[in-house]
């Protein structure tokens, strides 16, 4: 199985995220990201999205339902995460610091 995904979007689309909560008071996860730490709910957000869609995909391209085999859902979610998901989590990193330092925001 491979995957492609837009990195610059999903860090672009991050930082919105990021923006809109300093927007509203709550500017703890931009200023960690600043300084080069990753805002983990965030990335846990971004994960949890990742692993669903790629199983869904996973299950359909067998013929499967989500609905009609959780069981073989979670398994599918398991073995993608074993196998893809730190290089996920490192070019959504990798993009983020990037997105971030493009508008001067990086710190370190």
């Not at 990753?38 to 869609?53: V, Y």
């Not at 995460?81 to 983020?96: D, P, V, W």
Request: no cysteine.
């Amino acid at each position: 199985m491979t995957f492609t995904a837009d990195y610059k979007k999903l860090a672009e689309g991050i930082y919105n995220i990021l923006l809109d909560m300093e927007s509203k008071g709550d500017d703890t996860y931009l200023g960690a990201l600043a300084f080069g730490m990753l805002p983990a709910p965030i990335m846990q957000m971004a994960e949890d999205q990742f692993l669903d869609k790629l199983a869904s995909e996973n299950l359909q391209r067998q013929g499967y339902t989500v609905i009609g085999e959780p069981h073989l859902f979670a398994e599918s979610k398991r073995v993608i995460k074993k196998k893809h998901l730190s290089e996920f989590n490192h070019r959504l990193g990798l993009a983020l610091y990037r997105v971030a330092s493009d508008v001067g925001l990086m710190v370190v």
